[in-house]
């Protein structure tokens, strides 16, 4: 029979996983304290949290949950980053911090809307634009064929427009 604090923590952890879209687990052997708390402080700047978990108890809150796939990631001293926006903020963040720190921190992998994705996946999502970039790369590639468009219709005007005027001042200048 669990202990009333073991479900508490387990119902913590569902919460929290459940919560968030992109869980990404960790080894964070050989960090210190203060070296922990910095990463959280990075993390949390990003809207993500970072917590220290228990295997076993995360493993329970896992089961026959989209983030089952998390269990393969257990082994060893375990932080979880949880992010509920924006993946390559997280990614981009650890993947900084595995450089940083000598790789004394590691990426041991994660899960994605259910998807499970492996250490190499998150170093490449860490490389992509922040979401706001790839909006806007998207709203450019869009805007780019209108303003060309728009500057053609416009040029044909302004040359109309010249003509006239340049034929009304030879008109203007016969009278005289």
């Keep these: 029979m ?3 604090k073991k479900v508490k923590a387990v119902n913590k952890l569902k919460s929290l996983l459940s919560d968030h879209p992109v869980v990404i687990a960790t080894d964070y052997r050989g960090l210190s304290v203060h070296e922990i708390n910095d990463l959280r402080g990075k993390l949390l700047e ?7 978990v228990k295997n076993t108890l995360t493993r329970i809150a896992v089961e026959n949950t989209d983030k089952a796939g998390l269990t393969e990631f257990l082994k060893g001293p375990t932080a979880v980053a949880c992010s509920g926006g924006d993946i390559s903020e ?3 963040i ?16 994660g899960v994605m809307d259910g998807q499970v994705i492996s250490p190499h996946d998150i170093s490449v999502i860490a ?4 979401r706001e970039v790839l909006i806007a790369m998207v709203v450019g590639s869009i ?8 500057n053609v219709l416009g040029a044909n005007l302004t040359g109309l ?8 001042q030879q008109l203007g200048e016969g009278e005289g």
């Design 46 to 52: 990003q809207g993500a949290e970072y917590h220290v």
């Design 143 to 150: 805007k780019a064929p209108i303003q060309s468009l728009a």
């Design 94 to 109: 650890l993947v900084k911090y595995v450089q940083s720190s000598k790789d004394v921190l590691e990426i041991k992998g």
């Design 2 to 4: 669990p202990s009333r």
């Design 90 to 92: 997280p990614a981009r």
């Design 127 to 130: 490389t992509l634009p922040s």
């Design 161 to 168: 427009v010249t003509v006239l005027h340049a034929r009304a």
